[in-house]
Structures are given as structure tokens and as C-alpha cells.
């Protein structure tokens, strides 16, 4: 069934509170999955409903968590999510890190004692429409061995970045430093399908195709079979969002995909910069459309963000699919 995009936000934020989020824990987390599902994003949108509210239940994310700024240092800041959902504490680390961009030129906000926090652009959007770069960085669960290695240390570790332009879209690039995202395992899971080579590795650390034995292993790095380049940027990630802050290290955190387990302690890091301060914004809008303009002259381009924007506009105006199971379900939780 298709639902309006303000009614699926609805019956996930209803789901999200009777599994014990507050009111606005359930707000912020429902329109971070409904808009990665509109976007395409299925791995990060409704099917992690009832892993949320699974956690919420089984005590993995405190409902009644509320974020606040544990400190602050020049333009430095760090957030506290309390142990609940990540959503509500990276918007506030972005909300203040946008403030004291346009105080000081560059700002640096942590988000600890955090859990999954979705798709890490999208936290980036309102700093993008406030004419502000933006850079973002996450941990996740132990899921990626280092270089050489067999056994999972690092998590995914997405990368994001969002780079607002004069009258146009964002460029907006998310990627994480696996071969592929975790969640297409879990997609693949459940769907029963098998998962291509080169995506992960099983138990035992070998090769394997069946993604629920990539669930109970390892990912491989991107790149991994030509180079440790990927493994190398999954440390430099998995640092800056832990040791610098005071995060846990994926390998202290119990998987996503299981019910049980603890807290996960995750950590998240965004840095914003008014091009103002540097070349100046309307020296920064000129010369990111020269990029684009060249960037355009070979067919076949597609600039990043591109599609996902033209998905949203089209699920805002059409609505979005969902399993008439699953609205039954949220209905009824």
C-alpha cells in the first residue's frame, strides 16, 4: 500500500513510542527512517523499525534518553545521546555546530554514547540549506577486519559529506567503507537471496556468498581484494569518532542485528564550514558550478545525490510503499 510520506512518519513514530521512545525521540527517528526509504534507501529505512523498537524494548536504547551538550570549547562541542536512539542527539550536535560555524568559520561536533544514526547525509541537510559544508563520520559495530586481518575491529564506518550549491540540489555523497553497506546483507537475509563475492567473509574468515553467514562474519573493506586503502580509511574513521571523543570501538559494541546485547556506544562526528570565512560564499557557489559544469561534459554523470533527491520529490508527491503486514503491525503495537 502507499502511504503519504507525513502518515508512514506517523505510524513509525507511534511504533517508536509504544516500544518506550519519548515523544521526541520518536519524532526525529521516524522522519530519519521515512526519509531514507523515500530516498531509496531501504536497508536504512522502515526495515529497521523493529530492530529499533526490538532495542528500545530489550533495554539496548533508553526511550526516555535526552541528548545534551556535555561540553564545549571554542568551536568544539560534544553531545551526550544518553544511550538512547542516535537520532535526536546528532540533530542537536548539528543545530549547534551550525551556529558556531557561523560564529567562528568552522565548527566540530561530537555525538557519544550513541547507537545506529541511519544515513549520515541526510543529518547534513539543514546545514546544506543553511549554505554551510558539511563532513560526516560514524562508527558501527565491530563488522570490517584491519588490513591483513580476519576477525571484525572496525565497523562500516560511513563517510558523508554534502556541499550546497546556488539554486541546485547539494552535491551529497554518502558512502560506507565496506564493499557494500551491512544493511543490504540484511536486506539480502531476509529476502533469501544470495549475496555476490567479494561482499564478505564468513565466521571462519573465509569467502562466502550467503549473507547470513556475512551477518555472523565480516565485511570486506572496499577494495579489499586490490588494496588496504579501504581497512586504512575505516581506522582513520573509527579513531576520530572514538578516541578523539570518547566513544566505544566497534568491536566493544554488540551487533545491530541481534535482539540482545549492550548498549552500543557508538559515536558520531560532524565538522561544518562557512565558505564565507574562506574563499568567501559567492567565491565557493562560483567555483563548485565550474566543477560541475566539467564534471557534466561526459554523458552518463550523474552528480551525487542526484537520484536520491529525484526519489524523494517523487515519494513526496506519490507517497511511499509499505507492506501491508508492517502497517498492521505498527498499528497495533
Known amino acids: 500500500m502507499k502511504l503519504p510520506v507525513a502518515e508512514a512518519r506517523a505510524l513509525v513514530a507511534h511504533a ?20 531514507a526509504e523515500a530516498q531509496g534507501l531501504g536497508s536504512h529505512g522502515l526495515s529497521r523499525v523493529a530492530q529499533y523498537t526490538m532495542h528500545l524494548r530489550n533495554g539496548r536504547a533508553d526511550g526516555a534518553a535526552l541528548p545534551k551538550l556535555l561540553r564545549r570549547k571554542g568551536s568544539a562541542l560534544l553531545v551526550d545521546a544518553g544511550t538512547g536512539l542516535a537520532f535526536p542527539a546528532c540533530e542537536l550536535a548539528v543545530r549547534e555546530a551550525m551556529a558556531t560555524a557561523r560564529e567562528h568559520g568552522v565548527a566540530i561536533a561530537g555525538v557519544v554514547r550513541s547507537h ?27 563488522a570490517m577486519p584491519a588490513a591483513g586481518g580476519r576477525h571484525a575491529i572496525f565497523g562500516t564506518n560511513p563517510v558523508a559529506a554534502v556541499f550546497p550549491r546556488q539554486g541546485a540540489d547539494a552535491l551529497m555523497i554518502d558512502l560506507s567503507l565496506s564493499e557494500v553497506a551491512r544493511g543490504k546483507l540484511m ?5 533469501g537471496r544470495a549475496i555476490p563475492a567479494g561482499w564478505a567473509l564468513d565466521a571462519a574468515g573465509q569467502p562466502t556468498t550467503d549473507p547470513k553467514a556475512g551477518l555472523s562474519g565480516s565485511m570486506l573493506p572496499m577494495g579489499a581484494a586490490t588494496s588496504p ?10 579513531l576520530l569518532v572514538t578516541a578523539l571523543i570518547g566513544a566505544n570501538f566497534g568491536f566493544e559494541a554488540s551487533s545491530f542485528f541481534v535482539d540482545e546485547g549492550n548498549q552500543p ?30 564534471m557534466l561534459v561526459d554523458e552518463g554523470v550523474r552528480l551525487p545525490g542526484a537520484r536520491r533527491e529525484a526519489l524523494l520529490r517523487r515519494a513526496q508527491a506519490e507517497g511511499i510503499e509499505v507492506a501491508d503486514a508492517l502497517i498492521a503491525a505498527w498499528r497495533g503495537s
Open 229 to 238: 586503502k579501504g581497512a586504512m580509511l575505516a581506522l582513520v574513521v573509527e
Open 16 to 35: 517508536l513510542g509504544q516500544a518506550g521512545a519519548g515523544p521526541e525521540m520518536a519524532r526525529s527517528t521516524a522522519q530519519a527512517l521515512v526519509l
Open 187 to 191: 536486506v539480502a537475509a531476509k529476502e
Open 116 to 142: 545506529h544514526a541511519g544515513v549520515i547525509v541526510d543529518h547534513l541537510r539543514p546545514a546544506a540549506a543553511a549554505g554551510l559544508v558539511g563532513l560526516g563520520l560514524a562508527n558501527s559495530p565491530a
Open 265 to 294: 556506544g557508538l559515536g558520531q562526528l560532524f565538522i561544518l564550514i562557512d565558505p564565507a570565512a574562506l574563499a568567501g560564499q559567492a567565491s565557493y557557489l562560483a567555483r563548485v558550478e565550474v566543477l560541475v559544469a566539467e
